[in-house]
């Protein structure tokens, strides 16, 4: 069974290439996209500029292909992809708490942007720390590589 | 464009119906579920047991047709479909946390379940805080609504 999603929308960012990008927004602090939505939908994002925080769900489009186990940017072991946050997933789907500083439009001028200029916006939630926030949290193995993801930068293993 | 994507498990929980269910996690704790993982992507769980939370991307298959601008169950005015976290998307895509319970073969055990039965599974990425958790955050319309979301249930405005 597939199914067909539609990109609402493109973000643009200051990275054109996957080498050398921050893996995260933790690493991202202070850098600036926007989001371009598209005409059909910018209704929908009416009241959306009393949150200061969104959550963007975008297409990995350069990404080709996925594997099971990855060697992720933190770590020098393999893991199960889905014990990852890594790129090359069997739905290529980012997700992303991106600050947002404010709506003209049908742009959205972001803050903490970590993804690639050009990637196809799938969709907009509201970050709720009410529904998204938990506490008496277990990482498995990237309890020892946490303080790393705001130096750690991409580099081309996942570029094809 | 189209982009496709294909399920890589299903997902299962007590509700069968979108009537009266809990809206978010919040409002399901203790409430369990498993996920199946078709054997095709099993071996991309790998390390997965190591995390006490993790985040599920799922498509809302009862779902049909969207629209731009909503009443959520927690207000009684309507807002952008994207400034809400209501079902009827352009990508009917959802995103809920819940707590894992244990990893057995093709099977995980979840705790705060949200979803309705039969749920296609999208992806799963591990719930990191480092990565997720956001502090100084506002909220807009929900900022009123807050306590509301551990009792309140849906109802059938989004049924079909």
Redesign the interface.
């Known amino acids: ?8 929308g493109e973000i643009h960012t200051p990275f054109t290439e996957i080498k050398g990008m921050p893996i ?3 690493g991202a602090r202070g850098i600036r996209g926007t989001v371009h939505v598209y005409e059909d ?1 910018v ?11 969104i ?1 963007l ?1 975008y ?1 990995f489009h350069r990404v080709h292909d996925y594997r ?2 990855v060697t992720p940017f933190l770590d020098e072991e ?8 890594a790129p090359k ?3 290529p ?1 980012g ?1 992303s ?1 991106v ?1 947002l500083r404010a709506v003209d439009g049908d742009r959205l001028h972001l803050e903490n942007v970590d993804m690639l200029d050009g990637s ?1 916006l ?13 506490t ?7 309890e020892k590589s ?1 303080d790393n ?1 705001e130096h750690k930068q991409s580099d081309e293993r996942f570029s094809e």
Chains 1, 2 share one sequence.
Do not use: C
């Not at 799938?122 to 938990?134: C, G, H, N, R, T």
């Open positions: 069974m597939e199914l067909a999603i539609t990109p609402i995260q927004p933790a939908y209704q929908g994002l009416e009241d959306l500029d009393g949150f200061s925080h959550l769900l297409y099971l186990t393999q893991h199960g992809v889905f014990a990852t946050r997933r069997p739905n789907i997700l708490v600050r196809p799938l969709d907009i939630k509201p970050y709720v720390p009410d529904f998204d926030q938990y008496h949290v277990r990482t498995g193995w990237l946490r993801v």
